[in-house]
């Protein structure tokens, strides 16, 4: 009963997974921030795992996320070729081959009935969906942005993956199969790694550079800054560039050392000559 439950909510977790990237894509007619190449890969190892559990005789209910999956990414793809197309990007053409390659490859295995050749093959797709991550993992540390990748995809994606794991364990037909045990473990910590990445990139770093700049523009070393340039302005004869940058120098100093006190905002004398 446990099993079925937890295979049930795999498979809706999977349903909803792909939706709000898609339709982000096709809305505002924009793929920046994700990886074709990483959602062909795992397209090919949705394909490729649906047909070891059903050569295996696996029940539906082990694998549907696998088909749900299958289906809902093959529309992101479409939908990332679309507007890419649209926009006349040159790396359309490519991406059109890679997926075409995927599908043939797909195909190939379906007709093998061979169920020694098939774990074989399964065992190269573990480490295929352990590769198919890298690009967008590679992206998003090269370009140091999230753009518009969806976060929920990857959370809903860690959930599933725990899930799975769970119920492969507590089922008697699959808690022997190690192939299949490992190709979601691999799939907890290559989404955590992605998780992770798009939290640093679009809140965290954002955060932190926003605070370090509020910490400067609120030191007294910019305070006194400030007055020195004030008083540039209003007595222009008292000040040369020699003596201001040996005033700011001062203070820079002072200010590492722990010296220099708060000064107090800027005051202009509107009477001074």
Known sequence: MINIISGVIVILVATLMRIPQIFYVIKHN????????????KNLVYSMTTIYYYKNHYQLILYGENVIL????????????FVKQFKEDPTC??????????????????????LTTIAYMQTVIITVDFISNVPQIY????????GNLDMGMFV????????????????E????????ILGSVIGIVTNTVMILQITWYRYAKPYLSNMEEIIILNSPVVYRKIEIDMEALSSPDDYDDEKLNLECHRIDTE???GRLPPPPPPIINENKS
Do not use: H, P, Q, W
């Open 70 to 81: 299958l289906i809902t990414t093959t529309f992101l793809l479409f939908a990332m070729m």
């Open 255 to 257: 200010s590492v050392k």
């Open 139 to 146: 992206k998003l540390f090269k370009e140091k942005n999230a």
């Open 156 to 171: 809903l994606s860690a959930f599933g993956n725990t899930t799975r794991t769970y119920s492969l364990l507590i089922n």
């Open 93 to 114: 053409k490519k991406d059109i081959k890679i997926f075409m390659a995927t599908v043939v490859i797909s195909s190939v295995m379906a007709s093998i009935n061979d």
């Open 173 to 180: 037909e699959t808690k022997n199969d190690a192939t299949a």
């Open 30 to 41: 924009n793929v920046d921030g994700i990886s074709f190449e990483t959602f062909t890969m």
